[in-house]
């Protein structure tokens, strides 16, 4: 319960002094977490199916946790490359949007007549 004051009164004085940075953290905290959470529970899920697949835990190798295994591992793969390069554009994206928008801001335009 202290830790979220804590982190509510850092982002309040974060906001507050770099709004463009602090809007950006936020983006790329609201993709950033799923993503690891998948990542984190597909892993887990692959290490149980080779732990039941190949070792005699629970009285012995059970195919079908091979078959789970490797019918998994490809898709899993392959949507985490997926996943994590969609992520790095995104970033890169809310960079440029972030650069944008600080040049603007800090840009002051005279018009002389």
């Given at each position: 319960?202290?830790?979220?004051?804590?982190?509510t009164y850092k982002d309040?004085?974060n906001?507050?002094?770099n709004?463009?940075?602090?809007?950006?953290d936020?983006?790329?905290e609201?993709?950033?977490i799923?993503l690891?959470?998948?990542?984190?529970?597909?892993v887990l899920?692959?290490?149980?199916?080779f732990?039941l697949g190949w070792t005699?835990?629970?009285?012995?190798?059970?195919g079908?946790f091979r078959?789970?295994?490797?019918?998994l591992?490809?898709p899993?793969g392959v949507?985490?490359?997926?996943?994590w390069?969609l992520?790095?554009?995104f970033?890169?994206l809310?960079q440029k949007a972030?650069?944008r928008?600080?040049?603007?801001?800090?840009?002051?335009?005279?018009?002389?007549k």
């Amino acid at each position: 319960m202290i830790f979220t004051a804590f982190k509510t009164y850092k982002d309040v004085k974060n906001g507050v002094a770099n709004p463009t940075g602090f809007g950006q953290d936020a983006l790329l905290e609201v993709v950033k977490i799923p993503l690891v959470l998948f990542t984190v529970g597909g892993v887990l899920a692959l290490a149980l199916f080779f732990i039941l697949g190949w070792t005699e835990v629970l009285s012995g190798p059970f195919g079908f946790f091979r078959f789970l295994f490797f019918f998994l591992l490809i898709p899993f793969g392959v949507l985490q490359l997926v996943f994590w390069k969609l992520f790095s554009s995104f970033k890169k994206l809310v960079q440029k949007a972030k650069n944008r928008v600080d040049d603007e801001v800090n840009t002051i335009k005279v018009e002389a007549k």
